[in-house]
């Protein structure tokens, strides 16, 4: 089940919590953070230690169950595939091992552009660790993610053998 694979002593060697958490100490402002793609809370369990309000944004349900009953209790849980509609403004955005599967990315992009004032992709790389996670077909080569997010202030990070980790600051 890929809820296990979430969850695996695995996961937390391929993709440790400790470089995202390292940024986001350094955040002026961490009352909201969104965490898109949340599956079963891996990132979202971490990020609700350093904000007040977490939204983790996922449409799997068998993934939804599994967060819920973790029982954090400032995290929202919002079932849907879409960007959502929201009136005020995030201090944070995460897509980890998640904008490769979302179909409408340039919305997503457009939605943090408004809405955030920070955000992190990590999500694996296009031509490393073939032999784990999506095949080279579903992955986002780190060119096109740069360019989706285009007038941001970005960095980004090689800290991971299998996955690229970019950190954005919305320039207003």
Known sequence: MLSDILESDWRRKVLPVKPLLEKIE???SRNVAFDIGAGTGYF???LA???????AVEKDIEAVKKLANKGLRNVGIIVSD??????FEVDFVLFADSLHEI???EEYADWVKKHAKSFAVIDWKKESCLDIGPPSDRRLDIDYVLKLFK????EVLNVYKC?????GYVLR
Do not use: A, C, S, W
Not at 49 to 55: D, I
Not at 82 to 87: L, Q, R
Not at 163 to 167: A, K, L
């Open 44 to 46: 979202t369990v971490h």
């Open 103 to 105: 179909e409408n990315r």
């Open 26 to 28: 350094k955040l002026e």
């Open 82 to 87: 879409k960007p959502p509609e929201i009136d």
């Open 151 to 154: 007038g941001f202030n970005i």
């Open 49 to 55: 230690k350093f904000f007040r309000k977490v939204y």
């Open 163 to 167: 996955h690229y980790f970019i950190f």
